[in-house]
């Protein structure tokens, strides 16, 4: 079963830092473009970052740009997003996707990241 | 504010049709980027509905289907039931953003 597990979400201060992992299984792990979106309270899907199979190609939103990290280890089947200067509209459930031609054809169910003093 | 735009909501009665529309721009949609839609029961994490304008994955009812057209998109679901109350979501890719980009979003209610 192809399967996407987030951890590592949870409530820390503004300007903190947090690591959120992706676990893959299923699929072939290593040949996976991957996305990371996230979903603040009542709001709408944004993109946060992307990284190509072979970790070479990276790209992120504006508003996380210079403040996170992507990144993966094909070894482990694991991709990671570092977070680091947190701020209170960072708040959302992140979710990673597994991208195919530009779309999201697999996703986790989420971890959240609550900023708050 | 987003780069491809939804109507807020929808609503239809079971067994009818609703579309749901999505307009993008000469940046994404119009320059030949594809659209894709994803649904999003509530409480849960998003699932793959149409991919490339108007294709579904395995396990989608054929009642949803999509289209593209210069700058927009759609969404028709059509024998509407009441497990397909949820919130709908387009995306596309943008060239001057550099990256990947959802519309605000639209709850269907199935009156």
């Known amino acids: 079963e192809v399967q996407l597990v987030e951890s590592g979400g949870g409530l820390v201060q503004p300007g903190e830092s947090l690591r959120l992992s992706c676990a893959a299984s299923?699929?072939?792990?290593?040949?996976?473009?991957m996305n990371w979106v996230r979903q603040a309270p009542g709001k709408g899907l944004e993109w946060v970052s992307y990284?190509?199979?072979?970790?070479?190609?990276?790209y992120y939103a504006d508003s996380v740009k210079g403040r996170f990290t992507i990144s993966r280890d094909n070894a482990r089947n694991s991709l990671y997003l570092q977070m680091d200067s947190l701020r209170a509209e960072d708040t959302a459930i992140y979710y990673c996707?597994?991208?195919?031609?530009?779309?999201?054809?697999?996703w986790g169910r989420g971890t959240t990241v609550t900023v708050s003093s | 504010q987003s780069v491809l735009t939804q109507p807020p909501s929808v609503s239809g009665a079971p067994g009818q049709r609703v579309t749901i529309s999505c307009t993008g721009s000469?940046?994404?949609?119009?320059?030949?980027?594809?659209v894709h839609w994803y649904q999003q029961l509530p409480g849960t994490a998003p699932r793959l509905l149409i991919y490339?304008?108007?294709n579904r994955p395995s396990g989608v009812p054929d009642r949803f289907s999509g289209s593209k057209s210069g700058t927009s998109a759609s969404l028709a679901i059509s024998g509407l039931q009441a497990e397909d109350e949820a919130d709908y979501y387009c995306?596309?890719?943008?060239?001057?953003?550099?990256?990947?980009?959802f519309g605000g979003g639209t709850k269907l209610t199935v009156l």
């Open positions: 996707a597994s991208v195919h031609n530009y779309y999201m054809d697999v």
């Open positions: 299923g699929f072939t792990f290593s040949s996976s473009s």
């Open positions: 990284i190509s199979g072979s970790g070479n190609n990276i």
């Open positions: 000469s940046s994404n949609i119009g320059t030949g980027y594809d």
């Open positions: 490339i304008n108007n």
């Open positions: 995306q596309s890719y943008d060239t001057s953003l550099s990256g990947w980009v």
